[in-house]
């Protein structure tokens, strides 16, 4: 294998060796997240026609969970790496700035991946949903992932500690995804917020992800597309030059 290519083994073999905890938990608490909202709200709430709220809430809930693992993952390898002194060997290899975006980026893409199947498949057991256009789900599930495993690169170059890193993830990542529309729609929502709700960028990789599903979204998937596109291409230029010019990791 090439150099990044084994990185990025490494680098998944590191959260796949405790799979239970990087892709069963997120499952689960998907999951429960499904049965408690779906259960308590199944005969109150109504968004598109012919869809259950049930059914409504799994593509939220999956484009959810692979969010937040692929930006958990590139930022606590990182954090891990810095805290326990093993990154030292990673910058003796002939690797490039490069090598390490490809290999961190890719594996925080393929657990986030992982996770959201993971919680499609189990959410099969409770609710039907349909595949309006596959295309547009691949297509949100990689520029999402990798949107956030390059997000979570950036965090895990600029933390220096554990909390720092906490206080990323509480105070940015989790409200953005939560406010994002994963259990509603934002038309439910007075004028005010809906305006706010279209300056989320979570919003649009949420709501094309949907799309794909049922061929209904509260905007356009094309203005999903061109915005979350966008946000990755910015991201990873913040991401590429950190890395090239070692940002918190050369002394």
Known sequence: MTGWQTLLYKEVLRFWKVAFQTIAGPVLTAMLYLLIFGHALEAHVKVYDRVS?????????????LLQNSFANSSSSLIMSKVMGNLVFLMLTPLSYMNWF???VGAAVIRGL????G??????FFTD????????????AVLGAGLMGTLGLIAGLWA?????????QNFVVMPMTFLSGVFYSIHSLPPFWQKVSHLNPF??????????FFGASDVSPWLSLSVVATALALVSIVAVTLLRVGYKIRV
């Open 160 to 168: 220096e500690k554990f909390d720092q890193l906490a206080a990323f």
């Open 129 to 140: 949903v349909g595949f309006a256009t596959p295309i547009w789900i691949v297509t949100f």
């Open 102 to 104: 490809v290999a961190y």
């Open 53 to 65: 709220y049930s059914a409504f809430l799994v593509p939220g809930l999956a484009m959810m969970s």
């Open 119 to 124: 919680v499609f498949a189990v959410s099969a």
């Open 114 to 117: 992982v996770v959201g199947v």
């Open 203 to 212: 919003f649009y990789m949420i709501d094309g992800f949907r799309y794909g």
